[in-house]
């Protein structure tokens, strides 16, 4: 018997099917152990002995983990905490790569690598390096799934330190005092993103503080199982955030905002902490919640063809559906068209489109074809990680003329005329 898999929580899944259509790879798979309830079965089987941790693995591992099970099922089945605990004890029998130890438990919360990295990145754009690699073919000593990610890197900037020193105070009367979380890859790859979300929140009449000592969040080494160095970056992050009042903890990525909604679960049964977390966890928003509630006002026609793909972990993590679909409806002059089976997994999750390329890339293809059926001019998403598997959707399909891939915080800033 094994004690630390969610074995009591298998027990609340009846095996109805109703988390069948909602699984992306049940979908393009078409078998059972790679739904959500034959996962359950299996981690069910796993815990009783039955079958060992290592015959499961492939089923698994090809989780994307978007959760809309979650969403889906009728008996409120907790399957990202059996998900988490195969994760968990995977992680202490096989331990992880040197490379995968040394970026998430290093890598990610270390300000001067993530610096570096950017400043890297920045430097291969703009140096003549990128032009010359695609020229010699240089690039083509990269794995496939490394060189499609390449292709579709953003213009990397650099963050605007003036948006990130001291705190922002609105022209008008402040209605709200809130702190931005930017996250770690998020400031490394769309600096941009932040600094306009940071602009949007001062234009909507909050004073905005970007708290110095904050870290990584936490979900990518949550996703690998490392519990240890999650609960470790989800206190610092809570120490740094309660130092001062806040009425919100702000962010616009989905993934990192997931997480840290989740603080309070993580460390529940910490006595010191869990007081501590459940009021950090309350106060964590997305900033589509925070600009819909202050009724943003704009200034700009904005007149596109414009669809929506939700990042699942604010879908169905953080339970955020109506807030971004009534910001887009609102711009004025444009023209919102419904994506359909928009709930479904893009096939990004975190790194799943990195390490499961093909099996990412499948589901993405059947996304695409939605696409293409309602054919708009911009795909407006909501985290980072959506955001570079459609534009890889894009590129795909040769439409980088016709359609344009852009944060929700871009197209508002737009019609905001920041």
Known sequence: MNNQLAYEETFDCVQ????????????????????PRGRINLVQMASEGKISLKEIEDSMELCLGCRACETACPTNVQYGKILSSYKEVRMQQE????????????GLSNK???????????????????KLAKVTKGIQI?????????????????????LRKGTLIPHKETKMKVAFFTGC??????ARINDLSIKLLKHAGCEVTVIK???CCGALQHHEG???????????????????????????????????VEYDQLLQFDPDWSERAKVFAEKSKDISVILAELDIQFTKKVEKKITYQPSCHLTNVQKVKKSPLDLIQRIPAATYIPLPEMDMCCGSAGTYNIFHYKESMEILDEKMDYVKERVPEVIVTSNPGCHLQMCMGVKREGLEMSVEVVHIVEILAEACGL
């Open 16 to 35: 109805c099917g109703y988390c069948l259509p909602a699984c992306p790879t049940y979908t393009t798979m078409g078998k059972e152990r790679h739904s």
């Open 95 to 106: 331990g992880s790569p040197f490379f995968n130890q040394l970026a998430m438990k290093k």
């Open 112 to 130: 001067g690598m993530l610096n570096t990295m950017n400043h890297s990145l920045r430097f291969y754009q703009h140096s003549g390096i990128e």
């Open 142 to 162: 990269l794995p496939e799934n490394l060189r499609a990610f390449e292709a579709i890197l953003p213009n990397i900037t650099k963050p605007d330190k003036a």
């Open 185 to 190: 890859i998020m400031d490394v790859f769309f």
């Open 213 to 215: 000592n904050q870290t």
């Open 226 to 260: 490392d519990s240890e160095t999650t609960i470790q970056l989800a206190k610092e992050n809570i120490r740094a955030f309660e130092k001062d009042h806040y009425d919100y903890i702000v962010n616009s990525i989905g993934g990192c905002g997931a997480m840290l």
